[in-house]
């Protein structure tokens, strides 16, 4: 069993940053895979990144990359998401999951994730 629990979120003009923190409760945080995923006023949620168990590997959807950077600290049991150049079409509730048993190809299925996070707003004005 795992817990989240997100923070970091708030408002910024465009063009600032935002790190989000990802904090997890439970023994084998090393061994989940964990992701960050978004949701928008009337759409759908949407895959953003992904980070290997052992992070070594990245997964970012096409929108964020070269902008937004996940990171994780397996001793303090988080997981980062640093937002750089931020938009205004980053705004949304950013919720962070995670999950044991994922393969590369399913990664930024939302449905592949068992556990999740309350989530944390970001606005970004433009």
């Known amino acids: 069993q795992v817990q989240l629990v997100e923070s970091g979120g708030g408002l910024v003009q465009a063009g600032g940053s935002l790190r989000l923190s990802c904090a997890a409760s439970g023994r084998t945080f090393s061994s989940y895979v964990m992701g960050w995923f978004r949701q928008a006023p009337g759409k759908e949620r949407e895959f953003v990144s992904a980070?290997?168990?052992?992070?070594?590997?990245?997964y970012y959807a096409d929108s964020v990359k070269g902008r937004l950077t996940i990171s994780r600290d397996s001793a303090k049991k988080t997981v980062y998401l640093q937002m750089n150049s931020l938009k205004p079409e980053d705004t949304a509730v950013y919720y962070c999951a995670a999950d044991s048993v994922i393969t590369i190809a399913r990664i930024a299925e939302v449905d592949e994730y068992d556990y999740w996070g309350q989530g944390t707003q970001v606005t970004v004005s433009s």
């Open positions: 980070i290997s168990w052992g992070g070594r590997s990245t």
